[in-house]
């Protein structure tokens, strides 16, 4: 069902850690929460969830204990938060926090696909009438099938091999090297890098509020952010941090950290309201990294018709010289 509908494991997660966000906010004990989670879980396929949450939490866990039993449920983001809010006596906002990320992510992909809809079914049609009138001449349906369904099964095995390469230990090696091509795409790579930040900041404030050590919370917001690029940058501040070098120094000495953010946090460290700086980073790249994903939303379909229209062209012009050949040859013929 995930696979047809791509929204619905993020909007099935954005449900659940508010249900979280509202009952731990009203002071309900926990074995209440998890037994009303179970009893009336926001969606059936999160009961068994709940009931995994609840076998941990028996076992005297903390919540990120809890979810770590779950491999590949929370994402790094969602479990560095989870911790500072635990850390910090604030899991009802951490988990508030989360349920709006979700969300907000599920939106934006929900606007995406149905701006997409149309070209790519405008493309599925041309793929297979197109060729017609060629098989209709030559009476070639190898050829035609090579051009029509062969076309779409190659388009096809591209997306598979994209999803195979997500999946386990190839996944940090594919997310990298996914990171790399689309930071090179207009709009898209923009939107990738903004949102990577904002959660990068938003960790980060949370980690810091709950008392966690700046050496100690900049690798774990890293991990938060998503981003293979600045994984791999914080992992080289190990020595410079142990050494005395300041996060600012080394936010302002790091190509990743746009202008804004280095000014911002470096003012913070400054002025002792570092906490204040990250929360104002977190929502300024969110709100600019979701405000670029609906740019693209929008601008996909144009760019979609754009290039399967001209694609159709080129493919009449390539056929009608084709057709004036034969003309010719049965003609001199």
């Known amino acids: 069902m995930s696979f047809l509908s791509p929204t619905a494991g993020l909007r099935q997660r954005s449900l659940f850690y508010g249900q979280l966000a509202t009952l731990i906010g009203a002071a309900v004990p926990i074995d209440r929460i998890l037994a009303q989670l179970i009893a009336s879980p926001p969606a059936p ?21 809890a979810f770590h039993t779950i491999p590949g449920w929370a994402p790094p983001f969602d479990l560095a938060l989870i911790e500072a809010g635990e850390r910090s006596g604030r899991l009802d906002e951490a988990f508030s926090t989360l349920a709006r ?52 099964a190659l388009v096809y095995s591209l997306i598979g091999l994209a999803v195979w390469g997500s999946r386990g230990q190839r996944r940090e090696t594919w997310r990298a090297a996914l990171e790399r091509f689309t930071l090179k795409i207009p709009i898209l790579g923009s939107a990738r890098s903004a949102l990577a930040l904002g959660r990068l900041a938003g960790a980060l404030e949370a980690l ?23 994984v791999r940058v914080v992992n080289g501040w190990v020595e410079p941090l142990a050494s005395g070098t300041t996060p600012a120094e080394l936010v302002t000495e790091s190509g990743p950290f746009p202008a804004t953010f280095v000014s911002s946090y470096a003012i913070g460290e400054m002025n002792g309201r570092l906490d204040e700086q990250l929360r104002w980073l977190a929502k300024h790249y969110e709100e600019e990294g979701y405000a670029r994903l609906q740019a693209l939303a929008t601008a996909a379909p144009m760019i979609a018709y754009t290039l399967v229209a001209a694609w159709i062209v080129l493919y009449i012009f390539s056929s009608f010289s084709g057709y004036i050949n034969i003309i010719n040859q049965l003609l001199g013929a």
């Open 101 to 152: 990320h979700h969300r907000q992510r599920a939106e934006s992909i929900r606007r995406v696909l149905q701006s997409a809809a149309y070209p790519v079914l405008i493309f599925h049609v041309a793929v297979v009438i197109i060729p017609v009138p060629a098989l209709v001449i030559s009476g070639d349906f190898v050829r035609y099938l090579a051009q029509s369904v062969g076309v779409l």
């Open 208 to 230: 810091i509020s709950a008392g966690v050590l700046v050496t100690e919370a900049w690798p774990m917001a890293a991990r938060a952010s998503a981003s293979p690029l600045l």
């Open 45 to 65: 396929e999160l009961r068994s969830l709940a009931q995994r949450l609840q076998v941990a939490m028996a076992q005297q866990s903390t919540w990120t204990e």
